[in-house]
């Protein structure tokens, strides 16, 4: 097999799966920012300041998804325009997303250390969980422009049919992200705040490095170049991208309303549950997102080209490959409750019990979640932004911020872990009643 894999071949099983490896590996990688901060501050700085990490993270992923957004729906615009056959547009297109998301993210790093406390305060965090919450997330957006970068460039490296590199990168950073947190709290002792500038430190390393890589001469099939100021592809850009930049928005959303509702039912030892159960589905829910993020592009491309056999077979085979991914996500949970919980609350043992229950309830949704994630992504890479959006919208906004808000009710702190598995599920019902209606459209 080539070193290289393009986007114009026939992808057999074998294609799809190093092709799309880099992806899933990159994506998990990326998880890797907040997983080494939570597990080293839940084992060597406090029950607390963990709380603190949970309570602030879903705040700081709404900003951070402007850049998957850029990087999905531009990325679908962009290998549309080169399967087409115009590359040159291809390259001004993508200066264009690059630059305006620059400019966004710039703008939201100010806003966001400014009114840090007061969107935490409105969280109903106070004292010393309100003092940890704002020292780590006014450090975190420091570095915001630079997050917003490695999302999209993440995306943006497939389309260039450069994934290896795109993974070398991610994960170059994510090791860096532990080493430092390692290094500024076990070594220098500085607690909550040597975690947050570890992030901040390994996402500017991970995000300026695209930006040099796709400024200079290079061998991808992506270079940024004098930006072409286009409206109408701009809003398409956006409008494509919206199910992921919903996906990230209230699924964040969703998070606090979960803290929230935690906070109200458990206190801070359900927000530290609820912190292990994230730390897990980031991970289990970075296989899917990956591999739909890696074959997107060529799904793209093939649409662009209107080669009809392709779009059947690359279904086809994406199907078998989420489903089998599914069954193994759902089975190691739940065959590893006990140690994974032990994992990140070896420190506070009391509460592994209740975590262990969590986890196997919540495990449950992912056997679901893979269908739900993959049919969203494919029809934003057909360029179809509204039916990708709305099933991310079902599926975060409607079923599991309604889950989370009536299922306590009737089933206590349960209820909250098993919302998930209720939005999951509606999640995958409609995005499969989507591919079924729309086949015939789109041939695939």
Known sequence: MKSRIHLSEHFTYGKLICFTLPTIVMTIFTSLY????????????????????????????ILGTFGYMFGAGGGALIAR?????????????FSLFVLMSSVLSLLMTVLGFVFMRSALAMLGAEGELLENSVLYGRIFILALPAWI?????????IVAEKPGLGLAVTVCAGLGNVALDALFII???????????????????????PLLYFGRRNNSLLKLVKPLWDGRALVRCCANGSSEFMAGITMSFVGIICNVQLLKYAGEDGVAIYGVLMYISMIFSALFTGYSDGVGPVFSYHY???????LKNLRHRSLRI??????????????LARPISSLFLRGTPLLIPD?????????????????????SALFTALNNGLVSALISFLRTLVFELGAVLLLPVLFGVDGIWGSAVFAEMMAALVGSAFLLALRGKYHY
Do not use: C
């Not at 029950?47 to 879903?58: Q, R, W």
């Not at 970068?149 to 490296?157: A, C, H, I, P, V």
């Not at 909550?192 to 390994?202: I, K, Q, T, V």
């Not at 193994?328 to 949970?333: E, K, S, T, V």
């Open 34 to 61: 907040s997983i080494a901060d939570g597990w080293l501050v839940a084992n060597f700085v406090g029950k607390t300041e963990f709380a603190a990490v949970n309570l602030v993270m879903p705040v700081l992923y």
């Open 322 to 335: 989420i489903l089998i991914m599914s069954l193994a996500m759902f089975l190691l949970p739940e065959a």
């Open 304 to 310: 662009g080209a209107r080669n009809h056999g392709e």
């Open 81 to 93: 325009t080169l399967g087409e056959g115009n590359p040159e547009r291809a390259n001004r297109l």
């Open 187 to 209: 070594g220098f002792r500085w607690g909550l705040a040597g975690a947050a500038a570890a992030s901040a430190l390994s996402q500017a390393a991970g995000g300026v490095f």
């Open 355 to 375: 975590t262990v229950r969590a986890l196997r309830i919540f495990s449950i949704a992912f056997l679901f979640m893979g269908t739900a994630i993959f049919s």
């Open 149 to 157: 970068w490695l999302y999209e460039f993440q995306l943006f490296f």
